[in-house]
C-alpha cells in the first residue's frame, strides 16, 4: 500500500485499489471488535459517580494503525 501525503495541505491520498482494501480491513475491525460499551448507570440519590479508567480505546481500525 503506498500513502502519499501532501506538503502543503497534508492530505493523504490513497490509490483507489488500497482505499477498498482499507475499507475492508475498517468493516472487519468493527465485526471482531463488537460493541464494547457499558450501559450508563442510572444516578440515585446519595450515589457519588463511579470512578472511570482514563484508558484510551481504538475507535476504528485505522485509529489502531496510526493512533
Known sequence: MTIAQCTSC???FLARRDLG???EQENDWHV???PTT???PRMMPGMT???YAVTRQPRSYI???FG
Do not use: V
Open 10 to 12: 497534508d492530505g493523504i
Open 21 to 23: 482494501l482499507l475499507i
Open 32 to 34: 471482531s471488535k463488537g
Open 38 to 40: 457499558q450501559p450508563i
Open 49 to 51: 459517580p463511579p470512578e
Open 63 to 65: 485509529d489502531e494503525l
